[in-house]
Structures are given as C-alpha cells and as structure tokens.
C-alpha cells in the first residue's frame, strides 16, 4: 500500500484532477473576531484546524472592507463619490494579512491556506447595507466610479495576500441568483455591475488556486461556470441549485461541496454520514473536496465535525 498523501499533495492532486488516496475535507465558522485582531484571529482559525485535522485551513473574511472616513450606509450618489482606492495599511488588510502569516507560520508549508474574500459589489454592500443596492443600480455612474475604486484596491490586495502566503482563494459571488429572488439580478445588471469586476480580481489571483464559491439559491450557474477558476463551490443540497451530478455535467473543474450546512446542527450521524457517501456515488472520489455549502453555524457540535474528517477518511 502506498503512503498517505500529505494535505497538499491531496488538495493539489485534487484541485489537478489527478489520483487522490482520498478527497480532502475542510469546513468552517465564523469567530466574530475582527475587533480583536489578526492575532486571535489566527489562533482561533489554528485551533479549529488543528482539532478537526482539516486538510485545508479556510480563513473566514471577518473584517469587513474599510469605508470612507464618515460613511457609514449610502443614501445617494454622494457617498459614493467618496470611495478612492484604499491603502494596504488600512486595519482591516492589516490584520488579515497579520492572520495569514502567522498561520503560514504555524502550519508550515504543507497546509494549504485558503481564504474567502468577495466581489467589490459585495464588499460595498455587506457593509453599507442590501437594503441599499437598489441606489447603485439607480446611479450607474457614481456606483461603477465607487466599484472601480473598491476593485482597484481588492486587486493590490489580492497581491499582498499571496505574498503573505496564501495558497488558494475561496471567492464568494452572489451573482448568479435569479429574480424574484431578493438579490436576485437580470442579465442586464450582471453583465454591468458585476462581471468586469469579478474578471478582474480572478485575474488578480492569478497563481493562487481560485475557488468560485457560486453563493445562494435559485441559482443560473451558467452565468459563471467559464470563469478562469479552478475550483467550483455551490450550496449543492439546497433547494433550486444544482447537484454534485449535475455540476459535473456542466464543468470537469474541481468541485466542492456535498454537505449541507443549513442542517448541519440538527442531523443524526448516520444521516451526514450517508451523505457523505452519497458524494462519491455522484461523482466519485477525485477532482473533489468534500466541505459544507457554505458557512457552517458556530454551534455546530464537536461530534458532527469529527464525524466529517472519519467518515471522509474512509472513502
């Protein structure tokens, strides 16, 4: 029998589509640490990691883009005339650049390290307000200035991040959902707002493994299924997405996914054990990572996650 493969020979052979002794596993919370800094910030994610034996240690995006000094919501185009590119040196980057280097630091080379960030429409809007996306829509102008602005900054930091050493970046979109979903868009909309500036950091991240994390339900995944990525990440068991099968009939990229996060908590392990087999006998055990969704809760119990790295082992 050949030796075990080590976590990146495992997340790279599986990334490359290439023989695998198993699919890697990973999951991830929030930790509400932000006001706390990049140090805690790692140790949390380190000791998450280390007693789940993830084989990739995800960072979730707890430190939310940087406004402009006084902003704090939009209300028209003024606000949005004041988004400039933004410095490395803001505490936000800061510290998140703090965290990646000092968990590259604890794990060594052979963990491979990906974090989540987000599309500039999203970085706006997870801190001004969803409430508030009709007005850039309402204000092209201004809106797509602003955009420029924050996009301009996501691809200087995109940089950074790999320099800190990051390997992969797992990177979250919300735009292939569908109306009459509330964050739903048309075709129109999408191609405006939201695809230059998604090419555009994916080009940014170029060197690192891209991981497109296809966010939401009800969604069209062919909006998005030809962007340069590597990886394809969707909420496969909820309700109106695609399945694993599915999307392997629509991509031969790396998929992730399998477990569904909005049950997570409540499950019997025989049930998540079931399926997590059940991943496999859709598309089997290669040019896979077996993880939630998406964000799992933070009170999900220790034994569901031990029970996801166990049964995965056995696959």
């Known amino acids: 029998m050949s030796a075990p493969l080590t976590k990146r020979q495992r997340f790279e052979a599986a990334v490359a589509g290439g023989p695998v002794d198993r699919p890697p596993c990973t999951a991830w919370v929030h930790f509400a640490s932000d006001h706390l800094g990049g140090t805690e910030h790692a140790m949390r994610h380190a000791r998450f990691v280390h007693d789940n034996d993830w084989d990739i240690c995800k960072i979730v995006n707890d430190f939310r883009y940087p406004l402009p000094d006084g902003v704090e919501t939009l209300t028209g185009p003024a606000e949005m005339r004041r988004f400039a590119r933004e410095p490395m040196t803001r505490e936000s980057f800061r510290e998140e650049l703090k965290c990646i280097r000092l968990l590259r630091a604890e794990f060594g080379p052979d963990m491979p390290i990906m974090l989540t960030t987000f599309d500039p429409f999203q970085?706006?809007?997870?801190?001004?307000?969803?409430?508030?996306a009709h007005l850039v829509f309402e204000h092209p102008r201004e809106s797509l200035a602003m955009l420029e602005a924050v996009c301009e900054t996501m691809e200087e930091y995109m940089g950074a991040v790999r320099e800190a050493g990051c390997d992969a970046v797992f990177f979250s979109v919300n735009s292939a959902i569908k109306p009459p979903h509330s964050r739903g868009i048309d075709e129109r909309i999408f191609r405006e707002f939201f695809r230059p500036f998604e090419l555009r950091m994916l080009e940014a991240m170029a060197g690192m493994t891209r991981a497109l994390h296809i966010h939401g339900t009800d969604l069209d995944v062919s909006r998005v299924?030809?962007?340069?990525v590597e990886v394809i990440s969707v909420s496969d068991r909820l309700p109106g997405n695609p399945s694993l099968a599915q999307l392997r009939a629509m991509t031969p990229k790396c998929l992730m996914g399998g477990i569904d996060e909005s049950t997570i908590v409540e499950r019997?392990?025989?049930?998540?054990r079931e399926e997590i087999h059940d991943c496999v006998r859709q598309i089997g055990r290669e040019r896979f990572i077996l993880s939630p969704g998406c964000t799992i809760p933070t009170q999900t119990p220790w034994y569901a996650l031990e029970a996801i790295r166990k049964t995965c082992e056995t696959l």
């Open 225 to 228: 299924i030809d962007y340069p």
């Open 268 to 272: 019997s392990l025989p049930e998540l």
């Open 123 to 132: 970085q706006v809007m997870r801190r001004v307000g969803y409430t508030k």
